[in-house]
């Protein structure tokens, strides 16, 4: 079936069917749907090298890691986010582009593209604190949309974020009310964006019950299942351990559940743990009932609704900058509990 063919179906003139198609904003969401859904039932898909010459598009998104950050593509979050944009862009006839570069390659690829017309546009991944490639990105005219945000940046820029802040802080004000007061925070690297709002969510709890932070329960660095076991192992040997832990993915609280269970501690009477990120298509969290308590947030949503940004932007470079913050939700588990009764100077 070709472009004419769908058109004469819907009763639609091919040039309303090819703009629903391609995104543009003078045809009405409803027409579009009814365009998207017959070009489903239809299996119809447009000849990309026309829409290419017609348009002078690409139809391929790029994404481009540096090596510094190359263990985000066996980590089971990006993964997900992935398999998210890729529904996207197969619905929208678009390909991705992957590069893995060298950091010091990294502003030189972005360049490169825009040069080539290889892409039209990017997702940025892992914003970190006043991020340079927000600036780069806009004075080489590529349009991008960030998956997360940038603290420090003040100009305008697309992005989508899960709101990492009160995720966290909800994770520690559980722990709070189950009267726990010796909470650890196992987080990301702090210079990561969200890494930094995640702090800052985890001392607000403590704050708002006017519990002092402790530096000793306190730590950054990659979220890895071995990472987590060696900061949990640390803690837990201290004079006045923790009895509950707050993780920043799944893998951390994976490793920090090794370092109880090999102390000879029940997860979940003896030490308390929650984790951010459980809901992933490759390590589930249990099967009836969460194995962890769990700030829980699709990163494979998130990756659709990104792309789903990004080609809207691309269909319309006129339209201003878009924004879009989701929520995490509190999803018990039978990793958290009431505190252990003890001294406060009472080893586990």
């Known amino acids: 079936m070709n472009l004419k063919d769908l058109a004469q179906k819907l009763g639609l003139s091919p040039t309303t069917v090819s703009r629903a198609l391609n995104g543009y904003p003078e045809v009405n969401e409803a027409t579009r749907e009814r365009v998207i859904q017959a070009a489903r039932d239809y299996d119809y898909h447009p000849n990309t090298r026309a829409i290419r010459l017609a348009t002078g598009r690409a139809m391929a998104v790029g994404h481009v890691i540096a090596i510094t950050n190359q263990h985000e593509i066996v980590n089971p979050v990006f993964a997900d986010f992935i398999a998210g944009a890729g529904e996207t862009y197969s619905r929208n006839d678009y390909d991705m582009l992957l590069c893995v570069v060298p950091d010091e390659e990294e502003a030189r690829t972005y360049r490169a593209m825009k040069v080539k017309g290889n892409v039209d546009g990017v997702i940025v991944h892992g ?68 890494a930094i709002r995640r702090r800052r969510g985890y001392l607000d709890a403590l704050a708002a019950r006017q519990i002092a932070p402790d530096p000793a329960l306190m730590t950054s660095g990659e979220m890895t299942e071995l990472a987590g076991f060696r900061a949990a192992s640390a803690m837990l040997a201290l004079p006045d351990p923790p009895t509950a832990f707050v993780a920043s993915s799944m893998l951390s609280g994976m490793g920090i559940r090794r370092a109880v269970e090999g ?60 924004e879009q913050m989701l929520e995490a939700e509190l999803v018990q588990g039978m990793s958290s509990g009431p505190a252990p009764v003890r001294q406060a100077s009472e080893p586990l």
């Open 127 to 194: 914003p970190r604190q006043n991020d340079p490639r927000i600036p780069l990105l806009r004075e080489i005219g590529l349009p991008f949309v960030v998956h997360g945000r940038a603290t420090g940046t003040a100009e305008p820029y697309s992005w989508l974020d899960v709101n990492n802040r009160r995720a966290i802080q909800q994770a520690t004000e559980h722990l709070l009310d189950l009267g726990h007061r010796r909470i650890a925070l196992v987080n990301g690297l702090e210079f990561m964006d969200f």
């Open 263 to 322: 102390l000879g501690l029940k997860m979940g009477s003896d030490v308390s743990i929650v984790i951010f990120d459980d809901e992933l298509s490759y390590l589930r969290n249990g099967d009836d009932r969460p194995i962890f308590t769990a700030m829980r947030s699709s990163v494979r949503q998130a990756g659709r609704l990104v792309a789903e940004m990004l080609l809207s932007r691309i269909a319309n470079p006129g339209a201003g900058e878009m």
